[in-house]
């Protein structure tokens, strides 16, 4: 069974930039969960789609947005780039029923580290 | 909120030393509870978990149990070796109504290094 895949690998883009980054779970996860990761803050939830809906999201500010597609794929879009934004972004799938046990386990992808110039 | 604060790294050890990397949290209810662990260059991997006071998580060699009482989750392991070195992550997961929804909130990670 494929692991979480995300797509590119490696990004480097100049600030005022866009830029999407793409995240494929695992056949039959519905639940796609996305991460930031920095040396200062460490790992923080950006927010989590669950058949094709924002079922929660964390702190951070509107140019960090989301979707997730039919076949559960889910890209995440950052507009107007910051230096702070450089991160490891993270993507995250599980089969989302939302008990306690299997249903709620994260697998997580290898992640999209986007260095911002 | 929720929040989980792990040791204070990073720890060296030597191979076949004994591992503890403290693990306490901060939430309301019965969050479950995770160990994650960061090999260079990849993803998090889930190391074990335990969803309710007193349970005990293990795999390869690693344990830690759910103590609602002290509100902890230290990983341990008897004997490491150097292929246990990598970053360990301590995190929950709230459930609400009974429901548990894809949010984990980290501690901030500890390095491990082990020495032949």
């Known amino acids: 069974k494929a692991g979480v895949t995300q797509t590119p690998r490696y990004l480097i883009k100049t600030r005022g930039q866009q830029v999407t980054l793409s995240c494929s779970p695992i056949s039959g996860h519905r639940s796609v969960s996305w991460y930031q990761q920095t040396p200062g803050q460490g790992l923080q939830f950006l927010f989590e789609y669950f058949s094709e809906t924002q079922r929660n999201k964390g702190n951070f500010p509107g140019r960090f947005s989301g979707r997730q597609f039919s076949n559960s794929r889910s890209e995440m879009n950052v507009s107007t780039l910051e230096l702070g934004d450089s991160a490891l972004y993270l993507c995250?799938?599980?089969?989302?029923?939302?008990?306690?046990?299997?249903?709620?386990?994260?697998?997580f992808g290898a992640g999209t580290r986007l260095s911002v110039l | 909120g929720d929040s989980v604060t792990q040791m204070e790294g990073p720890v060296t050890l030597s191979e076949e030393a004994f591992l503890t990397i403290n693990c306490t949290y901060t939430a309301t209810g019965y969050p479950s509870l995770f160990w994650y662990v960061q090999y260079p260059g990849e993803g998090l991997q889930l190391l074990l978990k335990a969803t309710k006071a007193d349970d005990k998580g293990s795999n390869k060699g690693f344990e830690a149990t759910y103590r609602k009482e002290t509100t902890s989750f230290h990983l341990e392991k008897g004997s490491v070796q150097v292929s246990d070195s990598a970053v360990y992550f301590c995190?929950?997961?709230?459930?609400?109504?009974?429901?548990?929804?894809?949010?984990?909130?980290f501690g901030q990670g500890t390095i491990l290094t082990v020495h032949p």
């Open positions: 995250a799938s599980s089969l989302g029923r939302g008990t306690a046990g299997a249903d709620n386990i994260q697998y």
């Open positions: 995190a929950l997961s709230q459930k609400i109504g009974g429901t548990s929804y894809g949010k984990l909130t």
